[in-house]
């Protein structure tokens, strides 16, 4: 079998896995029961693995927010001492089939969200979505207010979604994406929609519970439009666990950044990291006083959304959000059109009406991107390096990331003959 041959069946295996697998929300458990390989000391942030003096400043507060949190630490100092010299074990989410949005943190005893491919069986993770406030760990702030957030959370709020999806047998987001479908989600940056139709699906089973606190969490949980991100993150986990390390793959199976650099991961490659310089997610500033000068570079692992395929892959199904970032109904379809020229896959369970009824693109092919010279383009909140969210926007994925890759596995081929 020659070597175009074998990256072919390859890609399609890859793909296959993509399309096919069935993301399930089933439970909400402790970070350190249920992520492999998680120890008590162990943290992880957000983006590819990066050297610990590099961290930005909100990855910082928020990695010793989350010491303080659970107990390993005192205070900063003292936490930020025990990163350098290693005692805390600061490692990439999604090395962990984790993700961490923005400057997210997530330690051991934190509540997170397990979902299960129930048709390759990969499973992925997240803490649940904050909430409105911006004043929070995953946007780099960290005090009394916040620690007490953050115990409410492990102690009230994540056993009661625990509980509340148990007794629904889990959520399949499959069909959330489908009864969604023309509602104008993109579901990387807007899911209003989505998040209220599983609000309204699990409240039932909130109502019919006894768990301590439920008024204040019934408000907390149904009043997020923000709060089916979070799922998905661990959804696309889920189902990329099992499509990557397919030999001789061309697909895009990871993809995040750390605020310094941006980093994509191909099935075929294993589990490296090809980076380059963060660019910065620039669009609609969050105040007027903002400047690009302000921002991190991309920084966060929700952009997993769209290596499933969502957010600004699937630009034309939320033109709303394009709009809003001051761009128009054209370049909502232009970006579509862009993954679709450099995808192998289509996701057809949640047809988008006013692109005459055509799935969103999954399953981006470094060949093609580098071949053609065509990027995808990645929606997101970018981060502000004082801690916070300045802005709602986007930013092309960078093209050197993919030749990087391509020419990896080229050696990796040349290595095996």
Request: hydrophobic share 40%; aromatic share 8%.
């Amino acid at each position: 079998m020659n070597i175009e041959t074998q990256i072919e069946e390859a890609n399609k295996k890859t793909v296959d896995v993509l399309v096919k697998g069935r993301p399930v929300w089933t439970d909400v458990q402790p970070a350190g029961d249920v992520i492999p390989n998680m120890k008590s000391n162990t943290i992880l942030i957000a983006g590819p693995p990066i050297d610990v003096q590099k961290i930005v400043y909100p990855v910082k507060v928020a990695l010793c927010g989350a010491a303080i949190y659970e107990g390993l630490a005192q205070n900063a100092d003292e936490a930020w001492n025990m990163v350098l010299n290693g005692e805390i074990e600061v490692a990439s989410a999604q090395d962990y089939s984790c993700a961490c949005g923005a400057a997210m943190a997530t330690s051991a005893s934190m509540p997170v969200i397990v979902c299960e491919d129930k048709t390759f069986g990969g499973k992925g993770f997240c803490v649940p979505h904050p909430g409105t406030s911006l004043h929070v760990l995953r946007w780099g702030f960290y005090d009394d207010e916040i620690q007490r957030e953050l115990e409410w959370f492990r102690d009230y709020y994540g056993p009661a979604l625990g509980e509340t999806v148990r007794k629904a047998r889990g959520v399949d987001l499959h069909m959330v994406l489908a009864k969604t479908a023309g509602m104008g989600d993109e579901n990387h940056n807007r899911q209003p929609a989505a998040s209220m139709f599983m609000a309204l699906h699990l409240l039932p089973f909130m109502l019919d519970s006894d768990f301590p606190k439920k008024d204040r969490i019934i408000k907390e949980y149904t009043a997020n439009d923000r709060f089916f991100l979070h799922v998905m993150m661990a959804g696309a986990e889920s189902v990329i666990y099992s499509a990557r390390n397919i030999p001789m793959s061309t697909v895009m199976v990871g993809m995040g950044g750390n605020g310094v650099e941006f980093g994509l991961k191909f099935s075929g490659t294993g589990d490296e990291w090809f980076t380059t310089p963060a660019p910065k997610i620039l669009g609609q500033f969050l105040n007027p006083s903002y400047t690009a000068d302000d921002m991190l570079g991309f920084l966060g692992d929700s952009c997993v959304t769209e290596v499933y395929g969502l957010g600004g892959m699937s630009a034309v199904a939320g033109p709303g959000y394009v709009r809003l970032t001051g761009h128009d109904f054209s370049e909502a379809k232009r970006r579509t059109e862009n993954a679709r020229a450099v995808c192998l896959g289509e996701h057809k369970f949640a047809p988008i009406p006013w692109d005459d009824f055509r799935g969103f693109p999954v399953g981006v092919d470094m060949r093609k991107v580098v071949g053609l010279n065509i990027v995808p383009t990645s929606h997101g909140g970018g981060t502000l390096k004082a801690g916070g969210q300045g802005t709602a926007g986007s930013c092309d994925f960078p093209i050197e990331c993919f030749k990087e890759g391509l020419v990896a596995l080229s050696e990796k081929v040349k290595g095996a003959k």
